[in-house]
């Protein structure tokens, strides 16, 4: 954190936060069901639903509404990829130059000035290829500098960051209030272990809920095959693997006419090695819960478990399905203009991909997971470790430093809560993007239901890795997998509980 002159404090009474207001499930709490099941229904932050009323009804975070820091920077790092460089994968939710008429930007913008001129701080960024971040934090941790006040490593980097211990336990940061609805709640019930969380999701950032996956789905070719209203099959909790797998095979033609089916005719199902993780999270499973002493633990195995895997991997299996990930030819580009050129029925995505496709001629629908069947309650949306990164604080923030930067955060949470979420759901996604209103009610569904995974992040063992693998592998005796893996497993899990708590 830089300094640019003495810091004053000057404080305001604390206000009293408003009661009765429903929130979310409390993010302190030490015991996770060993499904999804047992998340908060969230909004994009993880808590309740963002009011639709006057300002005056927000939840107020408990923390002094205005003070002096005599115009400290707040310093963010954010992991970037250069190939990615154009699209919404980047940052686009922390800092933001000035208006330019976009409405993602100019709520940051004015997000960014409200907090800087009530607490007189600067809020700055600074991109870091993605490669880079480990050394760099590690070299600041080591020497003490205290220039990066919030890290965000890309996830499927971050594991090895949070076992050198590099971050701050976020459970023990002043004025930080787990249990308001703009943490998300069941990032910080599924991913913190013995009392310790080193990252965290929330509703200063868009980037986790653009990583967020789903499916789309030609609406023309819908009409054309007279199939049946998708939304009205998702809110009878129709919409399922059986359903998808028939529609797809249904849909699949050989356009050329050359006896076989390949990426120049059509397919049913347009997806990747991502559909396994996916999928299966959609089916209502974790492959790493927590036991009643908040410690990981590898829960996969159950005959459900592998019952919902093996109906992913015969899904991968039909000729109706396409993976991008065996053509090594298509690459994401390439992939997303199958399904815009007319390729494919159903098109596996993460949200980005909703902004992505906005300029284009498709007419598209949005739609969740499916479930496994028709008895499962819930709808499970998976976020992706490949394009997203949570908050974390470096070690090297602490003391005073520590406590401002908490009550900034705090403040930058709630604000985003009422105003940016708001604006990224309703004029971006259900409006600007969203090809009709429909959609906007199957994001509600996608976005207020989302999984993380431990086994995701970790990557416990390599089985993260090895699971992934199933549905292009076609591995089918999994228990006996299982069995040879678990013990590295459960000894990764150990070293990792090992490493954040010193003992």
């Not at 310093?75 to 190939?83: A, G, S």
């Not at 986790?208 to 054309?224: G, H, I, P, R, V």
């Not at 050989?254 to 005719?265: A, F, M």
């Not at 996916?278 to 019952?307: A, M, N, V, Y």
């Amino acid at each position: 954190m830089k300094k640019t002159m003495t810091k004053l404090c000057a404080w305001l009474l604390v206000l009293a936060m408003l009661a009765l207001t429903a929130c979310s499930e409390s993010g302190t709490n030490n015991e996770t069901p060993n499904t999804p099941d047992g998340q908060t229904e969230a909004n994009p932050s993880g808590g309740d639903e963002v009011p639709e009323t006057e300002a005056e009804e927000r939840l107020k975070p408990n923390i002094p509404e205005t003070g002096d820091y005599g115009g400290d920077e707040i310093y963010f790092l954010v992991w970037e990829l250069p190939d990615w460089a154009s699209t919404v994968r980047q940052y686009r939710d922390i800092y933001a130059e000035g208006l330019t008429g976009e409405a993602i930007n100019d709520a940051v913008f004015n997000r960014n000035t409200l907090i800087e001129t009530n607490y007189n701080v600067k809020i700055t960024q600074e991109r870091m290829n993605i490669s880079n971040i480990d050394s760099a934090i590690g070299k600041a941790v080591t020497s003490g500098d205290a220039t990066y006040d919030v890290v965000y490593p890309r996830l499927y980097e971050a594991a090895g960051m949070y076992q050198k211990n590099y971050f701050q336990n976020l459970m023990e940061v002043p004025h930080i209030d787990f249990d308001m609805p703009w943490w998300d709640s069941n990032c910080v019930n599924s991913l913190s272990t013995n009392g310790i969380l080193p990252a965290v999701a929330t509703a200063i950032n868009v980037n986790d809920k653009d990583a967020t996956a789903a499916m789309a789905f030609s609406k023309q070719e819908a009409l054309n095959y007279g199939l049946e209203d998708l939304y009205t099959a998702v809110r009878e909790g129709r919409w399922t693997f059986d359903m998808i797998a028939a529609l797809s095979e249904q849909c699949t033609r050989d356009t050329n006419g050359d006896g076989t089916i390949t990426y120049d005719d059509f397919y049913g199902f347009l997806g990747k090695n991502d559909v396994m993780t996916s999928f299966w999270h959609g089916g209502g499973g974790l492959l790493c819960t927590k036991d009643e002493e908040d410690q990981f633990t590898f829960s996969f195995g159950t005959e459900h478990d592998i019952d919902v895997a093996l109906k992913v991997i015969d899904i991968m299996q039909q000729t109706w399905f396409f993976n991008q990930h065996l053509h090594s030819e298509i690459d994401d580009t390439r992939f997303t203009e199958l399904f815009e050129t007319g390729h494919g029925l159903f098109f596996w995505m993460r949200l980005d991909e909703v902004t992505n496709m906005r300029n284009g001629d498709t007419d598209f629908g949005i739609l969740p997971t499916p479930k496994y069947d028709e008895a499962q309650e819930k709808y499970y949306s998976f976020v992706s470790q490949h394009t997203t990164g949570l908050m974390s604080i470096p070690l090297t923030i602490a003391g005073d430093a520590l406590d401002e930067l908490g009550i900034i955060l705090e403040a930058l949470a709630a604000e985003s809560q009422y105003t940016l979420i708001p604006e990224y759901i309703e004029s971006s996604l259900k409006t600007k993007y969203a090809r009709d209103e429909e959609s906007a009610d199957m994001l509600d569904i996608i976005i207020n239901n989302r999984v993380y995974d431990p086994m995701e992040i970790y990557n416990f063992g390599g089985f993260a890795s090895t699971f992934m693998g199933y549905g292009p592998n076609n591995t089918t005796d999994i228990a006996s997998n299982v069995s040879k893996q678990a013990k590295i497993v459960n000894k990764s899990i150990e070293k990792l509980i090992k490493a954040l708590t010193g003992n």
